[in-house]
């Protein structure tokens, strides 16, 4: 496992167990000669108002409660309801960004401006308080909701945290803004001594800060499919729940009328978006646009710890059932009121560990509106046995490469002893292991005495059961597994494929995890096989 990725696993892990955290950096304000600078659309975006670009006469549009705010890139003057009027500094692009008199755009608008160097961001305000330290002056930006799992002693010492793990931050961090159906996502890329963070705040409709989101960045590798038909389905965004705990999706329609079959994607262990990113690949997002290209919609959604990280933290009784299964349940329940979507075949597919919680799914599904499941390198016995199993797996793999096995088998010493400890008969949900390495300590004790494939034997909705053979996180033996377990039931098909790794892509050689940094796509075999077995359950 290369440094990058050691960082990156311990940061999701760190983040899920709020004892993470990096140093007072420089202010956040863009400074450029005496004039302070700030991004147009991100400003305007923070307080509210809507910005437009129109391309004929090279202007950006503002308007908010009835004023309109017109700024042309060049110049230096500007249309505000009509009247015009002179700026200190022309309207000019900076890496790809229009940037404008930071304290004028903020009068104009009339916000408070108490702010240093023209801060008019909620999301850059309290990220200044963050890394000075001052959680009591952050916490004035925490929703009232998120004061609880975002307190001021928290805030004092997060920043500290960070710099621990991942190094001393460097310079005037980039800070990118998106907005999905849950939450405006203020995403700041700090320069460390060891690796490149991204830092992203998640607000509310109210403007304030209701969860944050820490990572190791890295260069997207990714590349679309060339099964890719863009002109085959649309998309669209949508939330899947309602309240705190709500998630963004997307919904990705065939070309057409529909009602089109369609397929709920659960994913794997970990923090993870709506397209399962993993180094260069994509895994949910091929296989949405390759399954829509076939006739079947596909909805996937973030993972609700990579949205809601912070408050699933705060839950001392944190769960699978939480973590996986009643959003999968959710997404199937909005599918079920969805126009174009035929309500009586709605399928789901889970990869990996989406794959272990199906038979908890099923047993949810207590109106039957899942029609049918596809398990994508899903384990069929306890998850601590595989812990041990595929750490074991993975140093053998290195061995036959002729590789350097002493850090691998280190690490399998490590994930080898918590197995043993979550099967130790002592130890329960009522009484866990004091110093617990692997947190949430909970969620590994509450479903300690889980096997998939019991639960399984006594279910009766078919199944589509896919493994890659070159997979060393769940093995073929997991694989051996469900076809002995359900060798009695008539309704489940299995397949496995030669070369195909745990992202669900081939790859030449063996797998170790290496080769998930570079850009890969689902096998079209296997979209192939899902979409003939989707469409041939009536």
Same mark, same amino acid.
């Given at each position: 496992m ?6 990156f ?6 983040a ?8 007072? &950096?420089? #202010? ?5 000669s005496a004039?302070a ?8 975006? /923070?307080?509210? +108002? ?9 202007s ?13 890139l ?9 009247k ?5 500094a ?12 930071a304290?004028?755009?903020t009068?104009?608008?009339g916000k408070?401006e108490?702010?240093?160097? /023209?801060?008019?961001d ?12 001052? /959680?009591?002056e952050?916490?004035?930006? &925490?929703?009232a909701?998120?004061? +609880?799992?975002?307190?001021a002693?928290l805030?004092?010492?997060l ?13 005037t961090?980039?800070?990118n803004v998106?907005i999905?159906? &849950? ?5 700041y890329?700090?320069?460390?001594? #060891? ?6 705040l ?10 944050m989101?820490?990572?190791? +960045? ?7 499919? #060339? ?5 085959a389905?649309t ?15 997307t ?20 923090t ?9 690949g994509?895994p ?25 990280t ?32 035929d ?5 789901v #597919?889970g990869h990996?560990?989406?794959g ?6 099923? +047993? ?9 499941t596809i398990l994508?390198s899903g ?8 812990l ?10 290195v ?9 691998y088998?280190?690490?399998?010493a490590?994930y080898?002893?918590?197995a043993?400890?979550?099967n ?6 009522d009484?866990?292991p004091?110093?617990f ?18 639960l399984?034997k006594?279910?009766s ?10 997979d060393?996180? &769940? ?11 359900l ?16 992202l ?8 170790i ?7 890969s796509?689902?096998s079209?075999?296997i ?6 077995w ?5």
């Amino acid at each position: 496992m290369t440094k990058r990725s050691q960082l990156f696993k311990h940061a999701t892990a760190a983040a899920l167990t709020l004892s993470l955290a990096l140093p007072p &950096v420089s #202010a956040m304000a863009s400074q450029q000669s005496a004039t302070a600078l700030i991004p147009v659309r991100e400003a305007a975006e /923070g307080f509210g +108002a809507q910005v437009d670009w129109v391309p004929s006469s090279h202007s950006i549009i503002i308007t908010k409660d009835g004023h309109k705010l017109e700024l042309t890139l060049g110049s230096s003057e500007a249309l505000v309801d009509g009247k015009r009027v002179v700026l200190e500094a022309p309207v000019r692009i900076t890496q790809g960004r229009a940037l404008v008199d930071a304290k004028w755009l903020t009068g104009v608008f009339g916000k408070n401006e108490t702010a240093d160097a /023209g801060v008019t961001d909620t999301a850059d305000l309290f990220l200044n308080a963050l890394l000075a330290g001052n /959680g009591t002056e952050a916490a004035k930006y &925490v929703s009232a909701s998120a004061s +609880a799992y975002l307190p001021a002693p928290l805030l004092n010492q997060l920043w500290a945290n960070y710099e621990t793990l991942f190094g001393k931050a460097v310079g005037t961090p980039t800070k990118n803004v998106s907005i999905n159906s &849950v939450h405006r996502n203020v995403t700041y890329v700090f320069q460390t001594s #060891a690796v490149p963070v991204n830092l992203t705040l998640r607000l509310n409709a109210a403007g304030e800060i209701d969860d944050m989101y820490i990572a190791a +960045a890295a260069e997207s590798a990714y590349q679309k499919p #060339a099964y890719e038909d863009p002109s085959a389905y649309t998309e669209r965004e949508v939330t899947v729940g309602e309240g705190a705990m709500a998630l963004p999706g997307t919904l990705t329609l065939p070309a057409g009328k529909g009602p089109f079959p369609a397929v709920v994607l659960v994913h794997g262990s970990g923090t993870n978006d709506r397209d399962e990113t993993i180094g260069g690949g994509k895994p949910f997002r091929d296989l949405a646009v390759g399954l829509a290209a076939q006739g079947i919609a596909v909805l996937r959604y973030d993972k609700v710890t990579y949205e809601h990280t912070f408050k699933v933290a705060a839950d001392p009784k944190f769960t699978l059932k939480k973590e996986t299964v009643d959003d999968a349940l959710k997404a199937v329940a909005l599918l079920k009121q969805t126009p174009e979507i035929d309500a009586s075949r709605i399928f789901v #597919a889970g990869h990996s560990q989406g794959g272990y919680a199906m038979p908890l799914i099923i +047993a949810g599904d207590t109106s039957g509106d899942i029609a049918g499941t596809i398990l994508l390198s899903g384990p069929s016995g306890k998850f601590a046995d595989l812990l041990a199993e595929q750490q074991a797996g993975l140093v053998s793999r290195v061995k036959q490469l002729g590789l350097d096995s002493a850090p691998y088998e280190q690490q399998a010493a490590v994930y080898t002893s918590i197995a043993a400890m979550v099967n130790d008969p002592q130890y329960t949900v009522d009484h866990m292991p004091e110093q617990f390495p692997a947190q949430p300590a909970y969620w590994w004790f509450e479903q300690k005495n889980y096997v998939p494939t019991e639960l399984a034997k006594q279910q009766s909705v078919p199944m589509l059961i896919l493994q890659g053979e070159n997979d060393w996180q &769940v093995t073929m033996k997991q694989f051996e597994g469900w076809k002995t377990a359900l060798q009695n039931r008539n309704d489940v098909t299995f397949k496995s494929y030669p070369q195909v790794n745990h992202l669900l892509a081939k790859v030449d050689g063996l797998s170790i995890g290496a080769e998930y940094a570079q850009p890969s796509n689902v096998s079209k075999e296997i979209i192939d096989d899902i979409a003939a077995w989707l469409l041939g359950i009536k």
